[in-house]
């Protein structure tokens, strides 16, 4: 039973900088695309970013695009989110998420683990 937990959240000024990390459990992490989500009040899930099983390819929501750099440590079963240049807009709660294939994928219906979710908050 995979379980991800997410951490680095928090308050940021408009222009700054965040990190998330999602910390998986279990052996098979590293044969799992993962992806980011988030959801802010009253909308509905949004994909972010998603990383293949071996890192080599990357997607990015066009409002992250250029900001956002996705990345995965498979030895430590870590998945990464920097943000960069963040603007309040992006505030959310954040999800780290597993996928069903190997393959990134920016469908929702395609990830089947969840984390609890971490809140970044952007002020201006």
């Known amino acids: 039973q995979v379980q991800l937990v997410e951490s680095g959240g928090g308050l940021v000024q408009a222009g700054g900088s965040l990190r998330l990390s999602c910390a998986a459990s279990g052996r098979t992490f590293r044969a799992y695309a993962m992806g980011w989500f988030r959801q802010a009040p009253g909308k509905e899930r949004a994909f972010v970013s998603s990383?293949?099983?071996?890192?080599?390819?990357?997607y990015y929501a066009d409002s992250v695009k250029g900001r956002f750099t996705v990345s995965r440590d498979n030895a430590k079963n870590m998945v990464y989110l920097q943000m960069n240049s963040l603007k309040p807009e992006d505030t959310a709660i954040y999800y780290c998420?597993?996928?069903?294939?190997?393959?990134?994928?920016?469908?929702?219906?395609?990830?089947?683990?969840w984390g609890q979710g971490t809140q970044v908050t952007v002020s201006s």
């Open positions: 998420a597993r996928s069903r294939t190997g393959s990134a994928s920016n469908l929702v219906y395609d990830y089947d683990t």
């Open positions: 990383i293949s099983w071996t890192g080599s390819r990357t």
